[in-house]
């Protein structure tokens, strides 16, 4: 009963991170905020979803893909936000800054 809540808890606050995730997609500024806030949520939202997965039975081998899937979750995804922006400079593209400084 106690490991079903707590993946409950997990599982919610994950899909809590993906969907606040998808409002700043909508909400951010420029390119580099989305990609950024995106980065992140989609990070820690698949995360903390396939952590609340793994404390539901059977436990063993559906265990372990998934530890398979959080592992190659946690390289690829800031990898791919990091090569985006990359390309996103590379083409040209600039992030917007805010150009009044105080002296």
Not at 75 to 84: D, K, Q, Y
């Given at each position: 009963m106690i490991l079903e809540i707590v993946s409950a808890?997990?599982?919610l606050a994950g899909a809590l991170f993906a969907l606040i995730g998808g409002i700043g997609l909508l909400r951010l500024p420029d390119f580099f905020s989305r990609i950024h806030g995106a980065g992140l949520t989609d990070t820690l939202g698949a995360g903390l979803i396939l952590i609340g997965l793994m404390f539901l039975p059977p436990h063993g081998l559906v265990t372990a893909k998934l530890v398979a899937i959080l592992i190659f979750l946690w390289?690829?995804?800031?990898?791919?936000?990091?090569?985006?922006a990359n390309a996103a400079?590379?083409?040209g593209l600039r992030p917007r800054v805010d150009e009044t400084e105080d002296a």
């Open positions: 808890v997990l599982v390289i690829t995804s800031p990898t791919s936000t990091h090569a985006l400079l590379g083409a």
